[in-house]
């Protein structure tokens, strides 16, 4: 057993039996349901040991239970080995949901737990609504890790700071009366935001409050006459006053959230977005004014990017891209003679960004995966897993960085060795797949979920798939992951619009062998008009080169074909004068025509 995961639940429950509950969910969020969060809030990792970024815990008062998706099912599986806790894995037919799993555990009359300030409104109304039907109780207003977390880390203090509109493209005075002109056409005239990227870009504020993501915690009221972030004052230097007090925003401490919602004025028609909105808030808003519950427009008005900010990604991706260049010239010339591992790979990944003027921090943690370490597919190693890179076998690296230009994600399989004919025929399937969707045209109005099958097409029609997303939209310097769009096979009613930067990432990943996956950034650019609408399609932005060594032309087709070797010549043609001699014959000769 592991010790200290035991002590911890050990705690939880007695907890639980002070409050009379049976059961207890721990989320792996924070009040503002981020996907990375500050320490302060990383209560499910330090109750279970598992610390993928996706994941829910259940504890009833004699078993324990993670939820996760597939990207995490053989990491969870080893973290959570000798902890007594169950893996759950979302997404398969023969799992129960939470609702089902507390009903078969729990008693009719029994109270399930769960702290309503880092639940969704959503998840806890839905929950609410099927447990009912088994005369299950459900109480919000249980938070256990104050008392029992000892070493609980601090709420973070770092200062917020001021983007330039010479960057961002649009000041806050500028999105505000964008933000309320959406409102107004909601029948709103004020909303409430949670979301930290959401007040980071309506406000043009950045921080480091959450590891990867340059956003500041913080509550955000926004109306057409009074404009307030909830926010840590000591976090706030003078030239952000002065530039919150220039655009007409107020600041008041970052408690007063609650009492601001509580006692709010009955003019304002509050829309609030209760799938990005904690289960506590909804409920203590002043019952005399109008709530309209609706989707937030900061994330449309957020995901359509602007010109500045599209010329600030393509920079960043020149910067990018040399970075990479020069790691993994780096990587292969060094391979045979020293001991490079996943993790002194990652770090010197990092060495060559970071000498990359306006670099800021990774985008995410690095995902180094050699050989069966790529099947994981958010694989992150540690000095137990670490793995020493061999010249032989795949190596796949998923990473990012933030730069103040923008914000990059990129993924490359690499072939370490000489390939196997069925090792070459699974990379090249899977980069059909990348091509397909990178060149795909289609009507205005077409959403993610109807382009995703052009990724699949391949894999599937050898009987392979994969079960993560295909594409998730990107921040500019904001968070890695964001919506509202999106491509994967779950229906989203949200349509491709010019202006939206996606991930273009199908894979493959085959457990005990080998993980493979193509990954690229595209911009949602207009193509034409003709008879029939507007037609769109997508443009490129990601610099590096895919292995030759892996792919196997006889299974491109000539457009396919002709779209790779027009791509590495952008790639050559936009990185080389950045490069010395040396650099630029090793990119020459990455880049050279397939045929």
Known sequence: MNSHIITNITALREVMRENSLEAFIIPSTDPHLSEYVAPHWQS??????????????????????????????????KQLDGTGIILMKEGISSTPSISELLAGELQAGDTVGCDGMVCSYNFITELKKQLDKHSLHINIGIEPFEKIWGARPSLPKEFAFVYPDSLSGENPSSKRDRIMTALNQAGA???FLSMLDEIAWSFDLRGSDVEYNPVVISFAFISE????????????TSEVKDHLREHN???????????????????????IDTAKTNAFYPEIINPAAEVIKANSPVAMLKAIKNETEIEGFRKAMVKDGVALVKFYKWLEENVETEV????????????????EQGFVTPSFSS??????HGAIVHYEATSDTDREIKNKGFLLIDSGGQYFDGTTDITRT?????????????FTLVLKGHIALAMAQYPAGTRGDQLDILARQALWNKHYNFLHGTGHGIGHFLNVHEGPQSIRMNHNPVTLIPGMITSNEPGLYLAGKYGIRHENLILTVKKGDSDFGEFLGFETLTLFPFDANGIDTTLLSPAELKWLNDYHVKVYDSLSSYLNEEEKEWLRE????LL
């Open 44 to 77: 499910r990792e330090w109750i279970s040991g598992f610390d993928g970024s996706a994941g829910t815990i259940v504890v009833t008062t004699d078993s324990a239970f993670l939820y996760t998706d597939s990207r995490y099912f053989l990491q969870a599986e």
């Open 189 to 191: 005239n004020a909303t």
């Open 225 to 236: 006459d009074e404009n307030i972030i909830f926010i840590d004052e000591g976090k706030l």
């Open 249 to 271: 925003i107020t600041t008041a401490s970052y408690e007063k959230a609650a009492d601001f919602l509580k006692n709010m004025s009955p003019k304002y028609k509050l829309l």
């Open 340 to 355: 490079i591992t996943e993790m002194s790979a990652s770090a010197k990944l990092l060495e060559f960004r970071e000498c």
């Open 367 to 372: 995902i180094v995966g050699y050989e069966e």
């Open 414 to 426: 690499i072939i370490m060795g000489e390939p196997t004919r069925e090792e070459k025929e699974d």
């Open 590 to 593: 990455k880049t050279k025509t």
